[in-house]
T-cell receptor
């Protein structure tokens, strides 16, 4: 069975500084990896995904993530944080070899960008 | 293009009362999901539909929860009777799920409070 871990409940960063939100995963087959963002009282919005190919994937709002197979990680990054990036971020994983395509979410990391 | 539409956005009921949530997915999306999200946590899958067929309902508490997706478009999730522990946000999502690589598109959720 697949699983995903987000080891940090909260990440604090100053505006203009780089940010990293960590995610590690476990699957039996090929990992399909996703990042979503959730603003207060809103649904989840898709940011980016890794299916295959280049390990560095770019997504919405200047975010990017790097797939690292040896470390089973898919950390979310942004070179320069904005106050408006403050939100709840979720990593999710599917096992590409599992025909159920079940998507498992992490527990979330709250990002707080201070002015 | 319209996104995933859910109603009601908020619902407050007494315990033991019934409640129903409605979801209209993105046009053309064959896969529809209902997720449960507790405060500050990641979404947990309740049920997944492929067209009108429920292909994964293993996490749905069938003693009180039911769902349907007639004609493979709109879906309704019902709880009867509601318990205090059912207070949460119920998220609907849809996808054009090509072999599990497609991202999910979420509605804004229905927040249930059971008193």
């Amino acid at each position: 069975a697949q699983s995903v871990a987000q080891p940090e409940d909260q990440v604090n960063v100053a505006e203009g500084n780089p940010l990293t939100v960590k995610c590690t995963y476990s699957v039996s087959g090929n990992p399909y990896l996703f990042w979503y963002v959730q603003y207060p009282n809103r649904g989840l919005q898709f940011l980016l995904k890794y299916i295959t190919g280049d390990n560095l994937v770019k997504g919405s709002y200047g975010f990017e993530a790097e797939f690292n197979k040896s470390q089973t990680s898919f950390h979310l990054k942004k070179p320069s944080a904005l106050v408006s990036d403050s939100a709840l971020y979720f990593c999710a994983v599917r096992d590409g070899m599992d025909s159920s395509y079940k998507l498992i979410f992490g527990s979330g990391t709250r990002l707080l960008v201070r002015p | 293009e319209a996104g995933v539409v859910q109603s009601p956005r908020y619902k407050i009921i007494e315990k033991k009362q019934p409640v129903a949530f409605w979801c209209n997915p993105i046009s053309g999306h064959n896969t529809l999901y209902w997720y449960l999200q507790n405060l500050g946590q990641g979404p947990e899958l309740l049920i997944r539909y492929e067209n009108e067929e429920a292909v994964d309902d293993s996490q749905l508490p069938k003693d009180r929860f039911s769902a349907e997706r007639l004609k493979g478009v709109d879906s309704t999730l019902k709880i009867q009777p509601a318990e205090l522990g059912d207070s949460a946000v119920y998220l609907c999502a849809s996808s054009d799920d090509r072999g599990g690589t497609g991202e999910l598109f979420f509605g804004e959720g229905s927040r249930l409070t059971v008193l």
